[in-house]
Antibody, heavy 123, light 108 residues
Framework: QVQLVQSGAEVKKPGAAVKVSCKTS????????IHWVRQAPGQGLEWMGIINPNGGSTGYAQKFQGRVTMTRDTSTSTVYMELSRLTSEDTAVYYC????????????????WGQGTLVTVSS | SSELTQDPAVSVALGQTVRITCQGDSLRTNYASWYQQKPGQAPVLLIYDKNNRPSGIPDRFSGFSSGNIASLTISGAHVEDEADYYCNCRDSSGYYWVFGGGTKLTVL
């Protein structure tokens, strides 16, 4: 079955960077884009960006432009999300999720999701 | 940038029907997808591509879209439907996606 398994929780100091991994299995890695979504404590879901594992092209939410980098390793079917210059406002659970689309119907959706990675930013 | 607006909280009596709405300009051209999230868990896809349900999602969940409004209907709410619900849509003008603010559903 399709699985997205993320790396473990991280604790970082303000100003540092964090790199979260999302290892995929159960499907052809290059056939689906991968989204990154985060959720601050008690808050809603926030879309961060998307990466195409086939070629590595990316698209980032304007809020994170210049601070986020999404990459992939086709040899291990893993995607990565690195966020730099961390502040306490980046404390959140970070999720990866597989993209699906029906472009004929202008429909896109995310399924399945990884289990989430808690990133805590604290001095 | 485009936004999706949801009511922050909705309640429903056990066994009754409830509709959760999502409003935004991108919905005029793109379909919304819907997600359920329970405390401490990752979101789960409920509705996609007009009104389709993944396998394992009960048929009491349905979706509808008209103009700039998408809606999720739960017909006959169960206790286990108490959760947060989010809509999501690809923005029509750019290469990004957006989530609604989420609706907390309480089953009374």
């Amino acid at each position: 079955q399709v699985q997205l398994v993320q790396s473990g929780a991280e604790v970082k100091k303000p100003g540092a960077a964090v790199k979260v991994s999302c290892k995929t299995s159960g499907y052809t890695f290059t056939s689906h884009w991968i989204h990154w979504v985060r959720q601050a404590p008690g808050q809603g879901l926030e879309w961060m960006g998307i990466i195409n594992p086939n070629g590595g092209s990316t698209g980032y939410a304007q809020k994170f432009q210049g601070r986020v980098t999404m990459t992939r390793d086709t040899s291990t079917s893993t995607v990565y999300m690195e966020l730099s210059r961390l502040t306490s406002e980046d404390t959140a659970v970070y999720y990866c999720a597989r993209d699906h689309s029906n472009s004929h119907a202008n429909a896109w959706w995310l399924d399945p999701w990884g289990q989430g990675t808690l990133v805590t930013v604290s001095s | 940038s485009s936004e999706l607006t949801q009511d922050p909280a909705v309640s429903v009596a056990l066994g009754q029907t409830v509709r959760i709405t999502c409003q935004g300009d991108s919905l005029r051209t793109n379909y919304a997808s819907w997600y359920q999230q329970k405390p401490g868990q990752a979101p789960v896809l409920l509705i996609y591509d007009k009104n389709n349900r993944p396998s394992g999602i009960p048929d009491r969940f349905s979706g509808f879209s008209s103009g700039n409004i998408a809606s999720l209907t739960i017909s006959g709410a169960h206790v286990e439907d108490e959760a947060d619900y989010y809509c999501n849509c690809r923005d029509s003008s750019g290469y990004y996606w957006v989530f609604g603010g989420g609706t907390k559903l309480t089953v009374l």
